[in-house]
């Protein structure tokens, strides 16, 4: 685990992250693609390029090779009296590590990561979607159960 490093992602670690990407959608989930693994290499090259400030990434490195992503959406709010700034909302996206790091406590240290950034940021809460893998994780990081954290799914 010590030859792991946790570090802020490159544009240049974007075919990597799109690869993992999509180790997790298709080869393990099942989900059909709907472009060419090439052409979701350069989609998510070019998402990466266009939200500098509302999407920061950070991957998991050992020899040089990206095994490790997390990404970190920032959504900024109006302004209230008490903070005339305005306020920064964060949710945690997209936390995945290639089989051959899983169980090191590397998802931990990405987790870590994207939460020392929305600290940084001064976001005031920070939410994720989890998964039933990942939920024993958020707990153990401090995350539990908002009561009027609504959502609604889209329509069909």
Known sequence: ?????????????????ADLRWRWSVEEGGATPAVTRDEYRDAMTAFALAHPESHRCVVAERDGRVLGMAWLALNPRPPVPNRPR???????????????????????????????????????????????????????????????????????
């Open 1 to 17: 685990m010590d030859d792991v490093v946790i570090r802020a992602s490159r544009p240049t670690d974007m075919a990597a992250v």
């Open 86 to 156: 305005g306020r920064v909302a964060a949710e945690l996206q997209t936390v995945y590590v290639h089989p051959e790091l899983r169980g090191a406590g590397v998802a931990g240290l990405l987790v870590d990561a994207l939460l020392a950034l929305a600290d940084e940021r001064g976001a005031e809460r920070v939410v994720v979607h989890s998964s039933v893998v990942g939920e024993r994780l958020y707990r153990r990081l401090g995350f539990g159960d908002a009561r009027l954290l609504l959502q609604r799914p889209p329509e069909d």
